[in-house]
């Protein structure tokens, strides 16, 4: 390798690894009002309501989906946009 290519790579090195320098943005944590007991009176009871997904407490579970639709309708207009060779531009991966 040649000084001039040597010259060039580390550049090239030093001006790449420059977009991973920058700090991390430190967010400060305000401190809880509520006590350990009423945290854990909280949790118990949005378990018994419901809302927590497999023990998670960062957000609360969607409701259930219920098809409007059912599987044979779905099924029927799917044929028959196969027949007329019809297709849904958003969903044709392009």
Do not use: C, W, Y
């Amino acid at each position: 390798m040649s000084t001039k290519q040597f010259v060039v790579a580390s550049m090239l090195a030093l001006v790449g690894g420059a977009g991973f320098a920058m700090e991390a943005t430190e967010f400060p944590l305000e401190p809880s009002t509520l006590t350990r007991e009423e945290v854990k009176a909280a949790l118990i009871q949005a378990r018994a309501n419901g809302e927590l997904v497999r023990g998670e407490a960062a957000f609360r579970a969607d409701p259930p989906f219920v098809a409007v639709r059912t599987r044979e309708e779905v099924r029927a207009e799917a044929v028959a946009a196969a027949h007329q060779h019809r297709f849904d531009e958003l969903h044709a991966g392009g």
